[in-house]
């Protein structure tokens, strides 16, 4: 199903797995439009009964700067809990760079993996 969101440049397309929420994110890669995206992602997980969810954000166009990667991270963190397990798929060739995020979460207590090779962030994602 595709979400509802009031951004400017990004889709949202969800479906419930067998034990987590699955979100694809298509569109120019826009901070704000990522920052509104992150409660509605929860939201939409809390509805569903899971704790657990699978972002893929490589079908996005474009790359944040540095700052913007912190931020989004601290703001996941805040939204998301340390409770909740999140893996975040990103093209091979922005993996480097998304690893700001990832390195800022878990340093803020979340349960947060990026990578781009999918059985590795399931395995993670679906692991105790």
């Not at 890669?29 to 704790?51: H, S, W, Y």
Request: aromatic share 8%.
């Amino acid at each position: 199903m595709r979400l509802p969101l009031l951004t400017r440049s990004l889709s949202v397309d969800a479906e419930a797995a067998e034990r987590f929420m699955r979100f694809r994110v298509a569109g120019e890669c826009n901070a704000l439009d990522l920052q509104r995206m992150i409660p509605v992602l929860l939201e939409v997980t809390e509805k569903n009964g899971f704790e657990r969810a699978y972002i893929d954000t490589s079908p996005m166009i474009g790359e944040l700067q540095d700052f913007d990667r912190y931020s989004l991270a601290e703001s996941f963190v805040k939204h998301w809990g340390t409770q909740r397990r999140i893996v975040i798929e990103c093209d091979a060739a922005k993996l480097q760079g998304s690893r700001l995020f990832e390195t800022v979460a878990v340093n803020r207590s979340g349960q947060v993996r990026i990578g781009n090779q999918s059985d590795e962030l399931l395995g993670w994602l679906l692991g105790d």
